[in-house]
């Protein structure tokens, strides 16, 4: 009995904080693009660093932390009904709800790619970083070739 | 006309090339933009640079036709120029007219402003021109979006180019796309004949260009230590 009353508790606790986010995909939307620069500068940074005839390790490091953070979260914040439908001004296509496995996958893609950058950043090699590097931008067309509507 | 006008050179090959560059690349630039052709996209946007480049400094030591001292007028004169159209009198001088005169500046100074935006400019895959690396992640998003609403504002005034152009073939009886193909014009015999400049002037101007859009794609390094430093990632690497 009171395990039930606990489940029917935890449920009812669930869709609540369910509705609630539900309730503001303007909010979710302005998040996830925020979580999006952030990405982007992060790779900017890294891109940069690399550049230079001296790349600085640490601000490699910095911007690869950053990047695999703000990567682990891509997919937290496409809930359903933050979509087009929201509202709001989104570029996110309808497909990331209809293929969601290929999405998921897409963004798992992102959170490998991102570990194996902070991997190599932490590495201290600048050799690492740079071989790293092209499989991190490959994950960002492929995601937005498939699920990103064009400006 | 056949008794009071002659058959001259207006504009010289330069010109002519680099006018009908413009109308092969622009289209080209904005169809590799839509389909995220980003690679050729700033392949095709460093040869404008350099089209621009030579064209200005033909435009200082070119033909007289391609001179801005020869066609940028003030502004009194480009007034009554344009209050004087509806009158149907012969043309007195060679080359743009003082309306024209600003057409060019005006679309040579946006193709300018534009490539300039671009090469500064970045897309949300980690695609960016050669000197991205100058500027920070927010002004890069501003100048993208100024770099297509610089194509827009473009757009508008190559939209007003072509209205002239259907103008004064039209109402003025003055066909002006022959001639920038063919070089030549029927001129009255009170203008003066444009001074063509010598070929060999090609050279250095093509020579300072390509080497300025060289520098520029290799991310303008002011220092040895930057030139020798490792390229800029190669976005095809990851496309």
Sequence with gaps: MNRKITAIAALTLGLASAAVYAAKPADIIAARQANFKVIGKSFKGIMDEMRKPAP?????????????????????????????EA??????????????????KSAANLVAASKKMQLAANSNNIDTVKAAFPALGGTCKGCHDQFKAKD | MASDSRRAKLWDLPVRLIHWSFVVLLPLLWW?????????????????????????????????????????????????????????????????????????????????????????AQNVDGVTGSLNYLVSYDQAEQATELHELGFNILLAVIVLHIAAILFYTFVKKDRLVPPMITGSKDLPTAVTTPVMAPAWRILPCLLIAAALTWWVSIGAPTSLEQFNAPPPVDASEYM
């Design chain 1, 87 to 104: 509202g709001a001004k989104t570029h996110a296509l309808p497909a990331i709800w209809a293929k969601n496995a290929d999405f998921k």
């Design chain 1, 56 to 84: 600085d390790m640490a601000m490699i490091k910095a911007s690869a932390n950053a990047l695999a953070g703000g990567s682990s979260k891509v997919s937290g914040y496409f809930p359903k009904g933050s979509g087009p």
């Design chain 2, 32 to 120: 590799t933009a839509e389909n995220g052709e980003m690679d050729l996209h700033m392949t095709l946007g460093l040869v404008m640079l350099g089209l621009v480049v030579f064209r200005v400094l033909w435009g200082l030591v070119g033909s007289s036709t391609a001179r801005f001292a020869s066609f940028v007028r003030g502004p009194i004169t480009v007034i009554s120029y344009l209050r004087g159209l509806s009158k149907s009198e012969s043309e007195t001088s060679a080359g743009h007219n003082p309306a024209g005169g600003w057409s060019v500046v005006l679309l040579l100074g946006l193709l300018a402003v534009d490539v300039g935006l671009g090469l500064i």
